[in-house]
């Protein structure tokens, strides 16, 4: 499955109390058992007026299919292409050893 951020703009999205943000989260989960195999929720990130979602999915129309059945908006969706992070910043060869170190007894 392919990785995608969904952007979703959501008025005071970053004031909503944890009560809200829970039943939001039972809606998502309720929805993407209601569809199936082909989308899987991975995390969100919570902003001021807008959530970040990140999810793997065959495709965009289960993205929107999920939205719709759980009444959540879609203002964006985006295929990840790749991902970086600090690590990224080193040489191959250090990477290597930051992401597989040796360990010894």
Known sequence: ?????IERE???AGKLTPEE???I?????????KLGQGIQWL?????????YCVYYAT?????????????FPVNR?????????PVTANEPAQVNTLVNPVTTN
């Open 77 to 85: 969706i985006e295929a990840v292409s790749t991902m970086i992070n």
């Open 43 to 51: 995390e969100s990130f919570v902003t001021e007026n807008k959530v």
């Open 25 to 33: 989260s039972q809606r998502s989960c309720a929805a993407l058992e």
């Open 10 to 12: 959501i008025q005071g």
């Open 21 to 23: 943000l829970r039943a």
């Open 59 to 71: 495709d965009k129309e289960i993205i929107k299919a999920h939205a719709q059945c759980g009444g």
């Open 1 to 5: 499955m392919q990785k995608y951020v």
